[in-house]
């Protein structure tokens, strides 16, 4: 029963939170792991802004409208503010979590079809991140829905990878250009010869498959330099930034 009523309210705090227009993006860097750790792109990380003014990541609520269609009405509106601010600064490259259950979405197309009508270089500056374990959900659907927005520009990542029960050969067929390597890899890795040699091992499979690498939840500067000597693209977590509104 408490359960139930804790859902309902989480629906009913995000249901108004859209209605209200009291829903952002918070921006966090993902930096080059060489050179001057430049930012490569950004992840827009929605947030919802309760009336208390307090501040509430997607953590609190997105368990509760997955399968919900309010989970529909939050990934459109991630990717309407996606494209705003891809619209507002040229430089930018961001990328946006997508849930498989809007691959089919009219109205996210929608979104994505006016987004890209008013500027053609949006496709090619827009990242689509979507979680391993939803990947697998429907890969045939999945393949199809890749295919038609990479050609026009539409990059893939596949986040969080190694946190579920991966099936290695989904890489091959799916054609991620981005893996984004679960934080548990990375966590003190300068000190676990165990996590050393699973991230050497991934970074091999993702370069013989063309897949751009990414490292999530770096905390310390050993590991940030640990990660980068084992051949890790890109990294990302609050040693390089926070997320920001």
Not at 43 to 65: H, K, M, N, Q, W
Not at 103 to 128: K, N, Y
Not at 132 to 138: K, N, P, V
Not at 203 to 221: G, P
Request: one cysteine or more.
């Amino acid at each position: 029963m408490e359960q139930r009523e804790n859902e309902h309210e989480t629906l009913t705090m995000v249901s108004d939170a859209l209605r209200d227009g009291r829903v952002t993006l918070a921006l966090q860097p993902v930096v080059q792991a060489d050179g001057d750790r430049r930012p490569a792109f950004y992840e827009g990380l929605l947030r919802l802004l309760a009336r208390s003014g307090r501040t509430v990541p997607a953590a609190f609520f997105i368990d509760a409208v997955e399968d919900h269609p309010l989970g529909r009405e939050i990934d459109r509106e991630a990717l309407k503010l996606g494209l705003a601010e891809l619209h507002a600064d040229p430089a930018l490259r961001l990328s946006i979590n997508l849930s498989p259950h809007s691959i089919g979405c009219p109205a996210w197309i929608d979104v994505l079809e006016q987004g890209l009508a008013q500027d053609p270089t949006l496709g090619e500056r827009l990242i689509l991140e979507i979680t391993e374990r939803s990947a697998m959900e429907g890969p045939a659907d999945m393949r199809r829905f890749m295919a038609r927005l990479q050609a026009r520009g539409v990059c893939f990542a596949l986040d969080d990878f190694g946190a579920g029960q991966t099936a290695f050969r989904h890489l091959r067929d799916f054609r991620f250009d981005i893996v984004k390597i679960d934080g548990q890899f990375s966590r003190e890795i300068a000190r676990d010869p165990d996590n050393q040699a699973l991230i050497r091992a991934l970074v091999d499979l993702s370069r013989h498959f063309e897949m751009f690498t990414v490292a999530e939840h770096v905390t310390s500067a050993e590991d940030a330099d640990s990660l980068a000597k084992l051949g890790i693209d890109c990294l990302q977590g609050y040693y390089f930034g926070a997320p920001v509104l």
